[in-house]
Nanobody, 122 residues
Framework: VQLVESGGGLVQAGGSLRLSCAASGLTFGDYALAWFRQAPGKEREGLACITADGDIYYADSMKGRFTMSSDHVKGTVTLQMNDLKPEDTAVYYC?????????????????WGQGTQVTVSS
């Protein structure tokens, strides 16, 4: 399994970014996938995830600003981030695990991408 994130960069507060994760070596119907982030000096934080059945869940703090989607044909999951704030500055990671849990936030993810930096200026 290989996960490759892209789409990070520098954006002003209030702006938007769309992150993409190209997932190979897996079948979407057998894997849970998720987006995490980690800011300097802070713990890794789960943002959104999708179960093997296709149900999407969001961390409460992300609802309304972040939207996760998946494209099984292209083999990608995306994270659309709107109204970005300086506190959203972090390295964003895509993760995957062969898991059929009904709630993907309880999954311990085994496969991780290398991350993509998002920096939001004030």
């Amino acid at each position: 399994v290989q996960l490759v994130e892209s789409g990070g960069g520098l954006v002003q507060a209030g702006g938007s970014l769309r992150l993409s994760c190209a997932a190979s070596g897996l079948t979407f119907g057998d894997y849970a996938l998720a987006w995490f982030r980690q800011a300097p000096g802070k713990e890794r934080e789960g943002l959104a995830c999708i179960t093997a059945d296709g149900d999407i869940y969001y961390a409460d703090s992300m609802k309304g600003r972040f939207t996760m989607s998946s494209d099984h044909v292209k083999g990608t999951v995306t994270l659309q981030m709107n109204d970005l704030k300086p506190e959203d500055t972090a390295v964003y990671y895509c993760a995957a695990d062969r898991n059929y849990a009904d709630y993907c936030f309880i999954v311990t993810y085994y496969y991780w991408g290398q991350g993509t930096q998002v920096t939001v200026s004030s």
